[in-house]
Structures are given as C-alpha cells and as structure tokens.
C-alpha cells in the first residue's frame, strides 16, 4: 500500500508539471505589425505636373504592434526612427543613380515618403505619423480601414531576470500569418529612458513590442549592442505609457475637433 501511494503521488506530481508550461503569449501575434517607411520620387515639369518614377523605391522596413482602436482605424506603435524621414543625401544618391541625367537637367525631382503598415492577417494600409518623441525612440502611427485587435498594457515595474517575449520582423521575415516569437531576461535599467533585455534582435526588428507572459506590452524594443545581437535595449514603459495616453488623447480631440469643422453649418 504504501508503495502504491507512493506511485500515485508521482504520477500526479508528473501531471501537475505537465499542466503548467513556459507558454508564449501567441494570441498577441494578432497585434503585430509590419511598418515600412517607403521614399518615392517623383519628376515633375515646369507645369508642375509631376509622375512617380515606377520601381524605384527607397525605403527601410521595421516592426510595431496595435495598442488602441476607434471606429476608423487602429493606432499602431513602433520604434521613432523608423518612422523618420530618410537622410535626403542618402536617397538623392539612389536618384542620381537610377534617374538619367537628361531627365534630371530638364525636369524637378521630388521625393514623396509614405508609411506603409501590413497586418499579421494580410490586411494593408497606408499609415499617418501622430507623435514621435527621439529620446524614446517611439512613435505613434494611425491607419484607416483596419481591424486588429490591440494589446493590453502593463503599468507596473519589471523584474530583472525575469523572462519577457518579442514579436518582431528581423531581416523583414514576417509575412501574413507568420512572424518570428523571441524571448530572453529583462536585465535593467540602462538609463532613464531605455531598459535591456537578453532578446536577439536584427535589423527590422526596431520597433517590435516586448510583452509579458500575459500579452501585456512592457517596452518597444528598439536598438542592439553592434557585434552582439543578444543585448538589446527598449524604451522605458513608464515614459512609453504616458506617450502613448498623452498622445492618443490629444489626436481624438483633435480629431472631434475637425469634425466639428466640418459639420459645422457655413456662414457667408
């Protein structure tokens, strides 16, 4: 009997563990999105009729996430340099180099930038920029005519050495249902603006969110010790969450605001 107890303590032991694992949050997948920051040039004559200059894009690519809704479209946040404008030397190159001589002597060339954003499910949009803070390196997108779940938000502090999870695009992998599920340890404070983490990153993944195991957004990932690709450094979630109410408010009323405008009766 007693060696039968002893078995049955096992086995339920054994059960227990097995009905408990380290389980990636996946449902937030939904949240993710792809952001690409897309320079076109346009040539233009003396009429100031201009046409876009076909496959000739520069342009760079990185991650974000949905973290708020209204009825017309999803706010989408993702690293602040990722959404800059591209150095205007660096794309005037790829002009000079692509575009022939005699239409640049001849005709005006612009350069038009656009956000593009693709959602985890396939669905496409082109995006506004609402806020961008440098220090934070964060910045707030608005997309029409999308439907995406957002994530929740965590307001409280980390614990170092505990484990946190990363959605993101390195080397632009994402694509419609698919996107790579990273995870590593917070390991602190870095300065008052930025956290680190032990999560691999690369290129493309500048603006990913960092989650806790409940799919709760805890920092935006945004930066990478050069040469050693398993440090990496995110914006403070404390500064990240005022930002984000401080800035989301103020579209809304400003938003309601043009409404307003608009519907407003017109007087002679």
């Known amino acids: 009997m007693k060696w039968l107890s002893l078995t049955i303590i096992l086995v339920l032991t054994t059960l227990s563990l097995s009905c408990t694992p380290d389980s990636f949050p996946t449902a937030a997948r939904g949240s993710f999105i792809k952001v690409r920051n897309e320079n076109y040039f ?3 004559d003396k009429q100031k009729e201009c046409t ?3 496959d000739l894009v520069v342009g760079s690519q990185g991650s974000g ?3 708020a ?3 017309i479209g999803v706010f989408i946040l993702t690293a602040e340099h990722v959404c800059r404008k591209m150095d205007k030397k660096i794309v005037q190159v790829f002009g000079n180099i692509l575009i ?3 239409i640049r002597k001849k005709k005006k060339i612009r350069i038009k930038k656009k956000m593009h954003v693709h959602t985890f499910m396939g669905d496409k949009s082109i995006a506004d920029i609402v806020a961008m803070d440098e220090e934070l390196d964060a910045c707030i997108l608005f997309a029409k005519r999308l439907s995406v779940k957002p994530l929740k938000r965590y307001y409280g502090e980390l614990d170092v050495g505990e484990k946190y ?3 993101a695009s390195p080397l632009g992998s994402a694509e419609t249902k698919f996107v790579p599920l990273l995870e590593g340890r917070f390991l602190g404070n ?3 603006f930025t956290t680190s983490f032990s999560i691999p990153a690369a290129p493309g993944s500048s603006g990913s969110p960092i989650i806790d195991g409940r799919g709760r957004l805890v920092g935006v990932l945004h930066s990478v010790i050069r040469g050693f690709h398993h440090v990496t450094f995110a914006s403070d979630i404390t500064l990240l969450n005022r930002f984000i109410d401080d800035n989301i408010t103020d579209y ?4 309601h605001r043009n409404m307003l405008e608009l519907t407003r009766p017109k007087t002679n």
């Open 42 to 44: 346009e040539v233009c």
């Open 190 to 192: 870095y300065n008052r």
């Open 52 to 54: 876009t200059v076909e």
């Open 252 to 255: 809304y009323d400003s938003w």
């Open 65 to 67: 996430a949905v973290i």
């Open 69 to 71: 809704t209204n009825s």
């Open 100 to 102: 022939p001589q005699k």
């Open 165 to 167: 999870y990363n959605i």
